[in-house]
């Protein structure tokens, strides 16, 4: 099968394509890089030629109240570039919960996205996965002070980004879903104790301190970016990935 992999250049993207690639499949990275801008549609209509399959792993630059334009725009693009080039599937990458915290400009922003997909003529497949381990150090530096690092009990499963492609890319060769897979690591942790597990596995001397007000987690209710029953479990533990 034919695919374009728009963010096909970065750490979700460039997994997919290996992983379509090592499948058999003819899979095709397109980024800002390559020329291709989802907003103006620049190379857009050049990027999607002869696709089967779109797979839209592009994000927003930015997180806050820009975030939800970005979303529109380049879903609106993408999806009439996939019925221009009579593409039979598009495939996003979400976020577990997204829609539970409309506190959150980029959380609202994901929404929208998927919202602009559904509405759309192309059938569907959307992946929504908790937050990636590789992004757990970001996530701390966010609300780090000196030798101490500030963090809310928010509840977060985390997934490899490994785990995350390889799910994108079966759910991308497969029938289009018309509906959500929820993805999620197999261990549940607090924000804090996940803070002191990376801070020790660093040999990073720093303490941890619970802060209900600290963070981009902050505002988000205790278990809302926790799976729930019927998500689809990965076998990557936290512990066994810092290793």
């Known amino acids: 099968m034919e695919f374009a992999v728009i963010g096909g250049t970065g750490l979700i993207g460039s997994q997919v394509v290996r992983d379509l690639n090592a499948a058999g499949h003819d899979a095709v990275p397109h980024a800002l890089s390559t020329g291709v801008d989802v907003i103006t549609g620049e190379g857009l209509d050049a990027a999607l030629a002869g696709a ?8 927003s630059p930015t997180f ?9 725009t380049s879903m609106d693009n993408l999806v009439a570039g996939a019925v221009r080039a009579d593409a039979g599937h598009v ?38 996965a908790t ?9 701390l530096s966010w609300t780090a002070d000196g030798d101490t ?19 994108v890319a079966e759910v991308a060769a497969g029938a289009p879903l018309n509906g959500t897979l929820d993805l999620a690591g197999p261990e549940v942790y607090p924000l804090d104790e996940l803070g002191r597990i990376t801070l020790a596995a660093r040999g990073d001397t720093r303490s941890v301190t619970v802060d209900g007000s600290a963070g981009l987690f902050a505002v988000v209710r205790p278990d809302v970016l926790v799976a ?7 076998s990557t533990r936290y512990t066994d990935w810092l290793r």
Do not use: C, H
């Open 91 to 128: 495939v996003v990458l979400s976020i577990v919960g997204v829609d539970r915290v409309p506190e959150l400009d980029y959380y609202r922003a994901k929404t929208l996205q998927e919202d602009v997909l559904k509405a759309g003529p192309v059938p569907y497949s959307i992946v929504r």
């Open 64 to 72: 806050d109240e820009a975030s939800p334009e970005f979303f529109r």
């Open 131 to 139: 937050q990636f381990m590789e992004f757990i150090d970001a996530v």
């Open 52 to 59: 089967e399959v779109v797979v839209n792993l592009t994000n």
């Open 149 to 167: 690092v500030r963090l809310p009990r928010t509840l977060l499963q985390p997934l490899a980004a490994a785990e995350v492609a390889a799910t």
């Open 228 to 234: 729930g029953e019927g998500a689809r479990i990965a």
